[in-house]
């Protein structure tokens, strides 16, 4: 018998029509997404029963019995993939917690995220206050969003698996079907039905998708880079799917294949492989063309690049405060860290407090203390190049800072007439010769400890001119 549910979707998937339809029978309390980094439960609300956000990313497992101790009936919450993972573990560990788990289309469901993100509107009540736009669809965008899609499903796949637990699974298409939906309510073991689905709520985006889009011929693109009919299945499903191998270039006319590291150099080194040979590079690989493309050229060599920590974690700070896209590691950080970060235009002072207090954070997040999902910028490489070696290991890992003869040395490997110069990124350097101190190198020996260790980095100092 269930004594809780959680549903497990994601933004645009249906999930606040699926909880208004259950909110509906007396004995359910659906109480939102009570880990959005956010907000609780609702948008704008930042206090429920007693507890702030800083009370509830300090202990959420506590919050968590508090809203059901003071449920009558079955209580509900709704997580996504950028919620508390604690909480994810924990239900998912909890088989007197039902699982639901909702699905869409994930193309679908990144056109209408697209589109709620342009007008503003994310639920609908009266049909006649719904704002229309047609948006561009980003093909790189949509590539990140579908492999944050499929890694929540694939960790929600696993721990059921091993705990021997099933989930009710109810796709977008489903959620206007009464019988299903009373399937659903059999399912947690209760004895109400519905006679029709919730109607509070209405559907913010219908009619055919490339009427939604500004470029609707993109949508050949994604049938053939993405594999529409294994999108289409339901997730849980899926077979276990290579996270780094959609980010792969390859060149057109040599065996020769670059494996970026997020928050490492990449657009140099595409600039050097395009002046290997004339045929350029090719992107958008997937881990069905790419096995392809790789047996096709036989002997291919496959390369990544090292940045050093402390330069990689300055740049992935820097990126953090100009970055509206992280505002919600932006608030949890200067929650956590009791302080607020400085502007980019800060002096070196500034920035010295700010950089150091966001080394003690991203060690936080890399051992779970947060509830954040750690972004890629922040993973140490080493785990990334784990990732990168269920589809290709890398015959040579090169560092940036011997980069013009490690690439000098590759070229003659794969057989390259041309001998194109390297032209090194901009880094910023100078700003971080700025800030540091030995304090600092030390906290981010801490925060990415596996690099150092695996790769025998040194404490960082600043180039020599000449």
């Known amino acids: 018998m269930f004594r809780s549910f959680v549903i497990l979707g994601g933004m645009r998937t249906g999930s606040n029509y699926l909880e208004s339809t259950l909110n509906a029978v007396p004995e359910v309390a659906g109480y939102g997404e009570l880990f959005n980094p956010e907000f609780i439960g609702r948008a704008q609300q930042q206090e429920f029963l007693g507890f702030d956000l800083a009370m509830r990313d300090a202990d959420p497992l506590a919050f968590l019995a508090k809203v059901r101790a003071e449920t009558r009936g079955l209580s509900g919450l709704r997580l996504f993939d950028d919620h508390d993972a604690r909480v994810l573990a924990h239900v998912l560990d909890d088989p007197t917690c039902g699982k639901i788990l909702l699905t869409r289309n994930p193309v679908e469901s990144f056109v209408s995220l697209q589109i709620a993100r342009e007008t503003g509107q994310w639920k609908l009540g009266n049909a006649r206050a719904l704002r229309q736009s047609r948006v561009k669809f980003d093909l790189d965008a949509f590539e990140s969003y579908l492999r944050d899609v499929q890694s929540f499903h694939e960790v929600i796949r696993n721990r059921l698996q091993v705990t021997g637990q099933a989930a009710f699974q109810i796709d977008y298409g489903d959620l206007g079907n009464v019988e299903v939906l009373n399937g659903l309510l059999a399912w947690l073991g209760l004895a109400a039905r519905l006679d029709r689905p919730a109607d509070q709520l209405k559907r913010q985006n219908p009619g055919p998708l490339q009427d939604k889009l500004t470029n609707p011929e993109v949508l050949d693109q994604v049938a053939s880079r993405f594999d529409l009919l294994n999108l289409m299945r339901t997730p849980l499903s899926e077979p276990r799917r290579a996270p780094m191998g959609q980010g792969f270039i390859v060149s057109r006319g040599l065996g020769l294949v670059f494996m970026p590291i997020a928050g490492g150099p990449r657009d140099s080194l595409v600039q050097w492989m395009k002046g290997l040979i004339r045929g350029g590079v090719e992107t958008g690989l997937n881990r069905n063309s790419y096995p392809k493309w790789r047996t096709a050229r036989g002997n291919a060599r496959a390369f990544t690049v090292l940045r050093h920590p402390m330069l990689r974690g300055w740049l992935a700070y820097q990126q953090l405060l100009r970055d509206d896209g992280q505002k919600v590691f932006l608030g949890h950080l200067q929650r956590m860290m009791r302080c607020e970060l400085p502007s980019p235009e800060a002096d070196a002072a500034a920035h010295r407090v700010g950089f150091l207090a966001f080394l003690?954070?991203?060690?936080?997040?890399?051992?779970?203390?947060?509830?954040?999902?750690?972004?890629?910028?922040?993973?140490?490489?080493?785990?990334?190049?784990?990732?990168?070696?269920?589809?290709?290991?890398?015959?040579?890992?090169?560092?940036?800072?011997?980069?013009?003869?490690?690439?000098?040395?590759?070229?003659?490997?794969?057989?390259?007439?041309?001998?194109?110069?390297?032209?090194?990124?901009?880094?910023?350097?100078?700003?971080?010769?700025?800030?540091?101190?030995?304090?600092l190198n030390g906290a981010a020996r801490l925060a990415w400890a596996r690099d150092y260790q695996s790769f025998g980095f040194s404490d960082w100092m600043p180039p020599q001119a000449g």
Do not use: C, H, K
């Open 360 to 439: 003690r954070f991203v060690q936080m997040v890399q051992a779970g203390q947060t509830g954040l999902r750690t972004p890629a910028r922040w993973t140490n490489q080493a785990t990334l190049i784990e990732a990168m070696g269920q589809m290709q290991i890398p015959d040579l890992i090169l560092r940036e800072e011997r980069l013009a003869e490690g690439l000098l040395f590759l070229g003659r490997q794969v057989g390259a007439r041309r001998r194109p110069g390297y032209q090194d990124e901009a880094q910023d350097v100078d700003g971080l010769a700025s800030v540091l101190t030995d304090e």
